[in-house]
């Protein structure tokens, strides 16, 4: 069991739409990205998914991992086997 178990639920809320995250870390590292088509791409640590979930946006197949049993169960529910 991870400690971010335990919170996951409010961790994922907040990554979606807290200003840090929403506002400034997730867009500057999309604008990094550039065209992945083609590649496979890890985001270790992946928590609820938010870049899991840009990255194919960018033509790539993502695997994604994090040590916290629930958030992984939160990606599964959101993308499920894609």
């Known amino acids: ?15 979606s739409t807290g200003l840090h995250n929403a506002g400034y870390e997730r867009p500057a590292m999309q604008a990094l990205l550039g065209n992945l088509r083609g590649l496979r791409v890890l985001d270790a640590g992946c928590a609820a998914g938010e870049h899991s979930a840009h990255l194919p946006e960018c033509g790539a197949e993502v695997i994604a991992i994090d040590r916290s049993a629930a958030m992984i169960a939160m990606v599964r529910a959101r993308f499920g086997d894609r």
């Open 1 to 15: 069991m991870s400690d971010y178990d335990a919170f996951a639920r409010e961790y994922a809320a907040h990554a």
